[in-house]
């Protein structure tokens, strides 16, 4: 299996531009998450999916961020209009519910926001 | 204050050295624990699982978690260079859902 996909690796983009990054989970997984790290705030959960519903999207800092997942192969983050604070390495993840703990990342998108 | 509480390090030590590392939390419902362990610009990897209290031992690595202290740890016995990373706490209520991350831990052992 390819493992959790993610795109685009990197992201550089100017305050104000609309940013979209992209996850394809391993199939078969149940469960999927979107995590953004930083070096203040360490690994935060932002939102979650179960069977491409969402569960909880408490951690969503404001409206400027948005998720959708249509389907159980796609998932995307979405932030409009984006701002310097909200650069940082964001994760998908995917998991089997059967697998209690395991979550599988990907790679990680780094975005930077001028 | 938050869920989950780990010193961020870092953490130096020689090559052989035995490393502990360790985590708080506040919600005595966590009944799932874990560690993981990230390089450099990679996403973490699953280390170890435990459920509820007691111990487990994995090769170099063993794990513990203490419910009643609401305290977990992460011991590296026998420490090399490849164990250089960043490792993160994590623990959840229940089977799928939300799994909860301490800020994580850089370690950083020198040949």
């Known amino acids: 299996d390819a493992g959790v996909i993610q795109s685009p690796r990197h992201e550089v983009t100017e305050m104000g531009q609309e940013v979209t990054l992209r996850c394809k989970p391993i199939?078969?997984?149940?469960?999927l998450f979107w995590y953004r790290q930083t070096m203040m705030r360490g690994l935060e959960l932002l939102i979650y999916f179960n069977n491409n519903v969402p569960i909880d999207d408490s951690g969503m800092p404001e409206d400027r961020f948005s998720a959708k997942m249509p389907n159980a192969s796609f998932s995307t983050l979405k932030i409009q209009p984006s701002e310097p604070r909200d650069s940082a390495v964001y994760f998908c993840?995917?998991?089997?519910?059967?697998?209690?703990?395991?979550?599988?990342f990907g790679e990680g998108s780094r975005l930077t926001v001028l | 204050q938050k869920e989950v509480e780990q010193d961020p390090g870092p953490l130096s030590v020689p090559e052989g050295a035995i490393v502990s590392l360790n985590c708080t939390y506040s919600n005595s419902a966590f009944q799932y624990f874990m560690w993981y362990r990230q390089y450099s610009r990679k996403g973490p990897e699953l280390l170890m699982y435990t459920y509820s209290s007691g111990n487990k031992e994995d090769g170099r690595f063993t794990a513990q978690v203490d419910k009643s202290s609401k305290y977990i740890s992460l011991f590296i016995r026998d420490s090399q260079p490849s164990d250089s990373a960043t490792y993160l706490c994590a623990m959840r209520r229940n089977q799928g859902g939300k799994l909860i991350f301490g800020q994580g831990t850089e370690l950083s052992v020198k040949p």
């Open positions: 199939s078969g997984h149940d469960y």
């Open positions: 993840a995917s998991s089997f519910r059967g697998a209690a703990g395991e979550l599988f």
